[in-house]
């Protein structure tokens, strides 16, 4: 493993706007009841990390402190989700005859949710956060760390370090799920896709 990086990308655990399928990017709600209980029964299941990171926002902080008590999480706000926006805490239902809202569904990357953030300024934030931490990981000779971080971030990650390419919109990570991406040392330090992907939880390879 000395040669080895590997770095697990972990969804954060359900809020109340999760449970009713409600848009959250910025907006900043804790853990509801369900998902502290639902990350309560995965946490002994959880291999171990040297690091932990996580974006600033506190479902995420609870998350990585629920699963990881002894850790100091390293806080990464340029690893948020995506800002929604005026759609935050609206569910697909109540947007559904908004005509601005139809078109970011056909062409995601070109339309601004309203007072939001464009895709590709989120996607050039969340390479910012993975510079960040991955020079934190080089520097510390870490071999093993997690990210408690977003669906959206998670999926954009993947789109661009999974071995095998797939658009960003064809990745599913349910909330409490992870993947752990393994790269070979030099591979990662030159931003490489990497070698091996794995669930988590079930510790199987994956293909993309």
């Known amino acids: ?120 300024e989120f996607a050039d934030r969340v390479e910012r956060g993975w510079i960040k931490l991955k020079e934190e990981i080089l520097q510390d000779g870490v071999n093993r760390a997690i990210a408690v971080t977003h669906g959206g971030v998670i999926k954009y990650l993947l789109s661009k370090f999974a071995p095998n390419e797939q658009p960003f919109w064809e990745w599913k990570v349910k909330h409490g799920h992870g993947y752990e991406l393994e790269w070979e040392k030099n591979a990662f330090r030159r931003g490489e896709r990497c070698t091996l992907l794995r669930e988590v939880l079930l510790m199987e390879k994956q293909n993309g």
């Open 1 to 120: 493993m000395g040669n080895s990086v590997v770095i697990a990308l972990f969804r954060h655990g359900l809020t109340a706007y999760n449970q009713r399928k409600a848009i959250i990017g910025w907006s900043d709600f804790r853990l509801s009841h369900d998902g502290r209980m639902r990350l309560k029964e995965i946490k002994d299941k959880l291999p171990e990390y040297e690091k932990v990171f996580s974006s600033d926002l506190q479902r995420c902080m609870e998350t990585a402190r629920l699963l990881f008590p002894e850790a100091d999480p390293i806080l990464i706000p340029e690893l948020r989700e995506l800002n929604f926006g005026k759609w935050e805490g609206k569910t697909h239902q109540e947007l559904e005859k908004d005509g601005v809202y139809q078109s970011w569904l056909e062409d995601y990357f070109s339309v601004r949710p309203p007072e939001g953030e464009l895709f590709p």
